[in-house]
């Protein structure tokens, strides 16, 4: 079934591509440079590092309510943006599984992964969802400290295939790292406090991120996101609420939460939202700072509920 909707969708990226113009270093001349994302994180960081630089477009293939890539189907829409692409940037880790097939029929496309050199955590922190391959778990955006590693490669991938850009690039990669940083640092010192604390979250999106800073994730529900927890799995969470010491439960924006609400009202532990800023506003200045702006919230959810 899926061998047939990618024969299908080859076909017609085979008919787009004709119709496109080359690659990059053949493009006419005033064409911009035409750099896609895969998803919203990837969207907000490159915007950051492309930002005002003169004959450069950056786009995202992926709606920005669309989410984690979970069981992502492309469509003929996607397919043409695709296909007018001169750069693909990715996430990595296996998030973008789903493009593989696709990246392989245009060699000419060239593909930043923003996760080069990053160390995926494995085994039980990898996915019990469908987008990590080999068991590693690809939310490492989610952490500041590996969003400044993901933008530092982004930058340095643009420097490599527009040279006459990499200035720019680098340029602008340095004023984004350098609010990212007094983030982080704002961040390690407002939750310091809060290391060691036990928390629940829903999906498993968020390992990196307690690495950072210091919080342990006592369980993990609903790896499946979008589905609700079974009873079962409900009734084990109130027990492990109970008796680990679990600080607060973590669900998300961009996901049903009545799991989480169920375990909050039979245990009366604190419930939060924590955005791993899959969505956002998609217009470029608002979207620019969109990264920025969820930690922002994250930070005030933590010492709310934690305190
Ligand atoms: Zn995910």
New binding site residues.
Partial sequence: MVAERFGFAGRLLAAAVVLALPAVGLRAEGRPLRILTSFYPMYVHALNVAWAVNGVRVGNLTEPIT????DFQLTTVHMRALADADVLVVNGGG?ESFLDKVIAQRPGLKVIDASLGIEFIRGAGG?G?E??TGGVN??VWVSPELAIRQVRNIAEGLATIDPARAGDYRANADVYVGKLEALRSRMRVELGPFLGRRVVTF???FPYFAREFGLEIAAVVQRD?GTEPSPKELAETIDLVRSAKVGAVFAEPQYPMAGAEAVRRETGVKLGLLD?V?TGPDSPPEARDAYLRAMERNLSVLKETLR
């Fill in positions: 989410g984690c890539l979970h998030m996915d969802h987008h990590g690809p939310h999906h498993e999106t996101p791993p899959v």
